[in-house]
């Protein structure tokens, strides 16, 4: 197995992390946390050679992991991320066109004493961002505009500090595709900070965060701006995502909440309200049409189009449904994504399992039919039997990649301190 190869702690030993060792320093716990996840969908692709997941596994444990803060269990700001107790998540990415790939996203964890000089968290992001991009020999033309755009200055920061900030605001994140050995950056930003201060809305700092990154992003985003003045307090833009490569070649997402999961809230926003009716479009809404009743795990969904199925789960931020919009540079029409949070609709984890498998196969991706997918999930959740696992299952579709669906994975830590108790999922 890859976990041999290469001097690095044990990653298949123990599926379950441990910090009852108080001499365990917080590198060496997020190395084999990192482990449980990454071993499994390095193998299970089948993408990887021996090799490329060795030379992944230690760039994990090398450069990613003296970033993830301390171990959790000792202080440390709320995460913001997953709801599990860990500043990371997994993820599985499927596509009709292409191999499956692994993906890491990680956040950047912030002091947890708001009395010091950089209470937010915004000079160590600074930090570890442009410490993880050199790693990788990214570009980051990008990544510093829109650090400029969202962070505060100092005078700022305490004028912030003095009002408060309510918890499940990320300072800000980054993310590794794995392709062979080959490792590519984006970075995320959220602008609720930068609001406080200016006078104008999260979304429209985020929105002048894209203005100044490239001319060429304009007909899409115009369309989207459009889009959002007609729907005020229906949708939330909530992140901005880049990626950190040429910019010429780079994409924006914008990351959007729409408090609604009715199917009619979902035909409103992947069309932008009528504005997209392309047939790359179309055929997307087609597609979705067809796995949304399986994804929300409820068959007679598209009965009544106006109908919203009630959450389970409350007091957590993934709710109604999240989209992205991609936009990039002489790209006219942007590209829409949906963000199902599975563990808010379906009944179990085992039905939420097959329930992906069935999309999968209604999508006619061979892993729905040759029993990948389960055998995946089984490996990364050995004997996992909670809502903890699977958090979002996102699809798009487009002319180079076709349909394209990526599943979010989260491993409880089992002493993070925002593990959810079985009290905690309440159910229909």
């Not at 803060?69 to 107790?85: N, W």
């Not at 595709?177 to 590519?184: H, I, Q």
């Not at 299952?393 to 491993?411: D, H, N, R, V, W």
Request: proline share 7%.
């Amino acid at each position: 197995m890859a976990s041999s190869v290469i001097a690095m702690p044990s990653f298949t030993g123990a599926n379950k992390s441990s910090v009852n060792d108080s001499q365990m320093p917080a590198r060496l716990y997020w190395s084999q946390y990192m482990g449980r996840g990454m071993v499994p969908l390095f193998e299970k692709t089948g993408t990887y050679t021996q090799e490329e997941q060795a030379s992944n596994l230690k760039f994990l444990c090398d450069v990613v992991a003296p970033d993830l803060g301390p171990l959790p269990t000792d202080p440390h700001p709320q995460y913001t991320m997953p709801y599990v107790g860990a500043p990371l998540e997994f993820s599985l990415n499927l596509s009709s066109t292409g191999k499956a790939k692994a993906r890491m996203t990680f956040e950047v964890v912030g002091p947890a004493d708001k009395t010091g000089p950089d209470p937010f968290g915004e000079d160590l992001s600074r930090e570890i961002l442009r410490r993880q991009a050199r790693a990788v020999g990214a570009n980051t033309q990008w990544l510093e505009s829109v650090i400029e755009s969202t962070f505060l200055t100092p005078e700022e920061t305490q004028v912030v500090r003095a009002q408060g900030v309510p918890p499940f605001v990320p300072t800000s994140m980054w993310a590794f595709d794995f392709d062979g050995s080959k490792r590519s950056m984006k970075a995320y930003f959220a602008s609720f900070r930068k609001a406080m201060v200016t006078g104008k809305s999260g979304t429209e700092v985020l929105l002048d965060a894209i203005r100044r990154l490239d001319d060429g992003l304009k007909p899409g985003l115009d369309l989207y701006t459009e889009y959002l003045n007609e729907r005020k307090g229906k949708v939330n833009v909530v992140l901005l995502g880049i990626d950190c490569i040429d910019p010429k070649e780079a994409r924006v997402k914008i990351y959007t909440n729409v408090k609604a999961n009715s199917w009619e809230s979902v035909v409103d926003f992947w069309t932008l309200g009528g504005r997209l009716n392309d047939e790359t479009t179309l055929k997307g809404l087609e597609i979705v049409r067809s796995i949304f009743p399986i994804l929300m795990d409820e068959p007679d969904i598209l009965k009544d189009e106006t109908w919203c199925k009630p959450e389970r789960i409350k007091g957590i931020p993934f709710n109604g449904l999240q989209f992205s919009v991609e936009l990039a540079p002489g790209r006219d029409l942007p590209e829409i994504k949906l963000y199902v949070p599975m563990c808010q609709y379906n009944r179990n984890t085992r039905v939420l399992r097959e329930n992906v498998e069935a999309a999968l196969k209604k999508m006619n991706h061979e892993w729905g039919h040759n029993g990948r997918y389960m055998d995946t999930m089984k490996a990364v959740f050995p004997g996992e039997d909670d809502f903890r696992g699977i958090g979002f299952i996102t699809f798009s579709y487009s002319k180079k990649k076709g349909a394209y669906t990526t599943t979010y994975l989260m491993l409880p830590t089992e002493h993070g301190e925002q593990e959810l108790s079985d009290s905690t999922f309440e159910y229909n």
